[in-house]
């Protein structure tokens, strides 16, 4: 809780003034059981009709002052409360932007999720409430029983003891509640997650006719999340009946011991009426703390799981210095070296890869193939610096990986992923992440390298066309080719194609490789295929097995001397084997 606290800086004045108009509004409330009683014990009995007609414009005023004030405090609240939800939304967004790729891994998406929107939002509840209450209902309570002093010891000694006790109900139950709504957002975390799944991977799950045992889990998980939020709920819920209860009964001894002090001259009968009032003013605060006391307990399990994620310190450090940003690899320098690189996934419990050494000259394109599972992508992945090596050292342009500044490294680097992933917008928008100041002209070349010139001119719009979200009026081909398109267009010094190609058919990866290898910008090509046939004209082809590098050559190469590349293009070309037979 105290990570968020710094958030409130910005409304310093909107949280000191929320807070201060209601202690106003709750004066306002005080005095009118004193004018109540005044007008019982002077007006009515003395059949005083001007002094009644007084007192009543009195409580109008009264009224209309404390509506003011409320009406001022309920604003600042609000102001104030969703401000710094809106701020720690954004610095919580900001934080998770600088995680790398194993600190996603270990927090994970699906509670990043339920933190920047549920975690948030409770908290901005528990400000709101805070502000308007944590100081109005104990004013009122203690108040009360500083006004009814003023009226009579010894019906007051009833106020001290009543409130005590009350006290205790009331932090026992926030003690006890507190760890348990963490458990329920932790619960929902769980819940999200499968949730998240099954919508990503709907057509996964209905493919394999899973859909009955992927609900059973669902119904299971949202069950016992059911259950703890009742088991809450019904804790929390004691507070009202029990807070009722023991009022109540201070209630039936206020009233006894006033009558009896009627009796015997000591206070009049507007003073009781005034006692009860303060009395009765007590239950209504009451009943406002207990609510208030539920939703700040969530607030604050929800602040915590946020503040959590704010300490979380991203796990990549970048130096300060400008080393390498503006340099450009030359013929006498590697533009990519890997010194016997090793790494290993967290709790993966072994390495990825391990001991991979390989050099690379500026223009060169490599071929990486093997497969499923032989660390081709996080090859790939570690020259971004998306992962950093557990063991040797990934050089770019001779320079350390880690030794670049933040954000000057990617400039360097254009990447199409294994899946393709497009943005809600126009192809315009989505192709500009490339480059934001590219001309129409530029986006059409890169376009049109890509393959994807009738994607776009099919489209009503053309470059303003626009994209569903996720891409989703797009087929898995159309979105492969404008992501390349969209590395493209950055004309990046290494260009990595992550499998990017499997969704295109033989004639037109073909087509694209030859584009590729004609680039005018003449950059660095990483090209990771299952295909043979992508990778085969390759200045060094890199063929990876459980880990290792099993060979590296050219294609003819790799025919003489690895066994591995044989039975990867001999599956893949059948016919070729039976040639070679012969």
């Not at 610095?91 to 995680?99: C, E, N, P």
């Not at 010891?153 to 926030?174: K, Q």
């Not at 199409?416 to 917008?425: N, T």
């Not at 590395?487 to 058919?505: F, G, N, R």
Request: proline share 3%; with cysteine.
């Amino acid at each position: 809780m105290r990570k968020l606290l710094p958030f409130l800086k910005n409304y310093k004045m909107q949280s000191i003034l929320a807070p201060f108009f209601k202690m106003l509004e709750a004066m306002m409330d005080l005095l009118v059981p004193l004018v109540v009683a005044a007008i019982i014990d002077r007006g009515i009995a003395e059949g005083d009709r001007p002094f009644i007609l007084g007192r009543f414009a009195f409580l109008l005023l009264l009224a209309a002052l404390g509506l003011a004030f409320s009406i001022s405090a309920q604003w600042m609240a609000a102001r104030a409360s969703v401000g710094v939800a809106s701020d720690v939304r954004r610095a919580l967004f900001d934080h998770i932007q600088r995680f790398s790729y194993t600190d996603l891994d270990k927090v994970g998406t699906d509670t990043l999720i339920t933190r920047m929107t549920s975690d948030v939002n409770q908290v901005q509840n528990g400000i709101n409430m805070a502000l308007r209450l944590l100081l109005r209902s104990p004013f009122i309570v203690f108040g009360s029983m500083i006004m009814a002093f003023t009226i009579d010891v010894r019906c007051a000694l009833i106020f001290v003891v009543a409130i005590p006790v009350l006290g205790v109900i009331v932090f026992g139950i926030m003690v006890v509640s507190i760890p348990l709504f963490k458990k329920t957002q932790e619960a929902l975390d769980r819940l999200l997650g499968i949730t998240r799944e099954n919508l990503t991977g709907v057509r996964v799950i209905r493919a394999f006719c899973k859909e009955k045992e992927e609900i059973d889990e669902f119904d299971r998980q949202n069950q016992a999340l059911t259950k703890l939020n009742e088991f809450v709920g019904r804790l929390s819920a004691l507070m009202n009946p029990l807070t009722y209860v023991l009022i109540n009964i201070a209630t039936i001894f206020l009233i006894r011991q006033g009558a009896l002090r009627v009796n015997m001259g000591a206070i009049r009968q507007g003073d009781v009426v005034a006692l009860y009032n303060y009395m009765a003013q007590m239950i209504v605060e009451l009943i406002k703390l207990a609510s208030l006391i539920i939703t700040i307990n969530k607030g604050l399990a929800c602040a915590d799981r946020v503040s959590v994620v704010l300490d979380e310190k991203p796990g990549m450090e970048f130096p300060g210095s400008t080393v390498g940003e503006k340099r450009k690899s030359t013929g006498t320098v590697p533009a990519v070296r890997f010194d016997h690189v090793s790494f290993g996934y967290a709790n993966a419990g072994a390495d990825a890869v391990d001991d991979i050494d390989f050099t690379v000259q500026k223009g060169q394109t490599i071929g990486i193939i093997g497969g499923t599972g032989s660390g081709k992508s996080t090859v790939v992945n570690l020259i971004p610096r998306f992962y950093d090596a557990t063991e040797g050292k990934v050089l770019v342009d001779g320079i350390d990986v880690k030794d670049y500044p933040e954000g000057s490294l990617i400039q360097k680097i254009g990447i199409v992923p294994q899946k393709a992933v497009l943005f809600e917008g126009t192809i315009r928008d989505n192709l500009k992440w490339g480059n934001e100041d590219a001309s129409d002209e530029e986006l059409m070349e890169a376009v049109e390298l890509a393959q994807a010139k009738e994607v776009v001119e099919g489209k009503r719009g053309g470059l303003s066309a626009m994209i569903e979200q996720n891409g989703r009026n797009f087929s898995g081909g159309q979105r492969q080719r404008l992501t390349i398109a969209r590395a493209l267009v950055k004309k990046p010094e290494i260009l990595i194609l992550d499998d990017s190609a499997s969704a295109l058919d033989m004639a037109t990866d073909q087509r694209l490789r030859t584009a590729i290898r004609g680039l005018s910008f003449n950059p660095t090509v990483f090209i990771v295929s299952q295909r043979a046939s992508g990778i085969r004209d390759a200045d060094m082809i890199l063929v990876l097995d459980d880990g290792h590098i099993a060979g590296s050559g050219t294609h003819e190469q790799l025919m003489k001397d690895c066994e591995t590349y044989r039975e990867i293009y001999y599956s893949q070309f059948p016919e070729e084997r039976k040639e070679a037979a012969l």
